[in-house]
């Protein structure tokens, strides 16, 4: 027997509502009354999920079109294993972490630890590796062990976000993109060989060419990269614009105001660990990216983790950060589905 389930959360300009047409042993509801994020829950013990998402793999994608994540609870996931047969139900082979910007640990095959920064820090929102030209268009984050106070990982639909975009910022990001550039090698920030994942310089240029990265070897075993990316994209299904770049998160001004007076008086700004600007080379406004901040605030909504959750989003439509945390936190990480966008 099957039972039509209704789609939650607004609607934007040119979306339509879905319904997800799934077995009665699984609910989908929002996870709070008004809440935009839809959680799909058992109805019934003993619900292997992974069989679940086999059967029902398309009214679920079309959900995640329409809404941009779906968070599953209640489902007893433990272990790696278990993540890793929900991820493999969606059919696609999960991705190497390549190219990296934040440190994280590799637990098995291609999942990953979440970004390990210290506990106290804030992760701004983003879309995972928009900083590139290629990324994934599904992320899982699987929670084997909340944190005791805080570690939320908010979310925000990147549609939304730039809908609160001043047009004149939009237009003038879409037609020049975002320049990133990073100088590794001063011991501030990941080393190129973390980065890389090779301590061959061979290795290294050869992805550079391949990812129309622009390379330079500095005098002290230091590397300078520069790439164009998108500002904004258009995601392939839908069609809709989002807001997809990181230049609010690697710009100088992310710093707190000491740590980026500190650094300025140490190295000449084209020195900095990174930075970016607009695609033709000119700088980025910090009131301009102020406001892309606050425009990720409006939209941020977050959960408090209960252990066995997993998060699924689709990257471009939906973005991602962390809340600081206190006490031991455990959060997996497995991406899927290479996309690409050559300007």
Request: charged share 25%; with cysteine; aromatic share 10%.
């Amino acid at each position: 027997m099957q039972k039509q389930m209704p789609s939650f959360g607004e609607k934007g300009p040119g979306r339509k509502a879905v319904t997800l047409s799934a077995q009665e042993v699984v609910a989908l509801e929002p996870l709070r009354p008004g809440d935009r994020l839809t959680v799909a829950r058992p109805m019934v013990a003993g619900v292997d999920l992974a069989a679940w998402v086999r059967s029902h793999r398309e009214p679920v994608e079309i959900h995640l079109l329409a809404h941009g994540g779906l968070l599953f609870r209640g489902f007893g996931l433990r272990s790696l294993a278990d993540f890793e047969h929900l991820t493999a139900a969606f059919g696609a082979d999960l991705l190497e972490y390549s190219y990296r910007s934040t440190p994280r640990s590799q637990v098995s095959g291609n999942v990953y630890t979440s970004t390990e920064y210290p506990a106290d820090q804030h992760i701004p929102m983003h879309n995972e590796m928009s900083y590139t030209s290629s990324w994934p268009m599904k992320i899982w984050f699987f929670c084997v062990q909340p944190a005791q106070r805080g570690g939320q990982t908010p979310i925000a639909d990147s549609r939304r976000v730039y809908e609160r975009i001043r047009l004149q910022v939009r237009e003038r990001f879409a037609r020049l993109g975002v320049m990133y550039q990073r100088n590794f090698g001063h011991e501030l920030d990941l080393p190129w060989e973390s980065v890389f994942q090779t301590s061959e310089k061979a290795e290294v240029e050869s992805f550079c060419r391949a990812a129309g990265l622009q390379f330079e070897w500095k005098p002290g075993n230091r590397l300078r990269t520069r790439q164009i990316c998108q500002g904004v994209a258009h995601h392939p299904r839908t069609g809709e614009p989002v807001w997809f770049n990181q230049a609010h998160l690697f710009h100088v001004s992310s710093l707190p105001p000491e740590v980026r007076e500190a650094l300025l008086s140490e190295f000449p700004e084209e020195e900095l660990p990174r930075n970016t600007y607009y695609g033709d080379g000119s700088p980025i406004e910090d009131e301009v990216l102020a406001e892309v901040r606050e425009a990720y605030r409006q939209e941020a909504a977050g959960f408090p983790w209960e252990q066995g959750d997993v998060l699924m989003l689709d990257n471009m439509l939906m973005a991602h950060g962390r809340a600081p945390f206190e006490g031991p936190r455990k959060i997996l990480v497995g991406m899927a589905e290479p996309a690409t966008n050559v300007r």
